[in-house]
């Protein structure tokens, strides 16, 4: 089980981390959030599996709060 939590915990700083080197300007509408989680999401498959909640809900969850913030 703790391999499981470090692989989601990873994924999640992963994600973060390529979304905060985005631009402000390419951070800003729902459209921008929505195309980069579900690829995420897709990229990180494997990491997020054992979740109760899909992985694109998780990922928009974690980028919301950042939209556009500097």
């Given at each position: 089980?703790?391999?499981?939590?470090?692989?989601?915990?990873?994924?999640?700083?992963?994600?973060?981390?390529?979304?905060?080197?985005?631009?402000?300007?390419?951070?800003?509408?729902?459209?921008?959030?929505?195309?980069?989680?579900k690829?995420?999401?897709?990229?990180?498959?494997?990491?997020?599996?054992?979740?109760?909640?899909?992985?694109?809900?998780k990922i928009?969850?974690?980028?919301?709060?950042?939209?556009?913030?500097?």
């Open positions: 089980m703790p391999d499981v939590v470090k692989k989601q915990r990873d994924a999640r700083r992963k994600i973060i981390r390529q979304w905060m080197k985005l631009p402000a300007d390419k951070r800003r509408s729902m459209a921008e959030i929505s195309v980069f989680a690829a995420a999401a897709q990229e990180n498959k494997n990491a997020l599996v054992n979740s109760r909640r899909d992985p694109y809900e928009m969850g974690w980028l919301l709060p950042r939209a556009a913030r500097r």
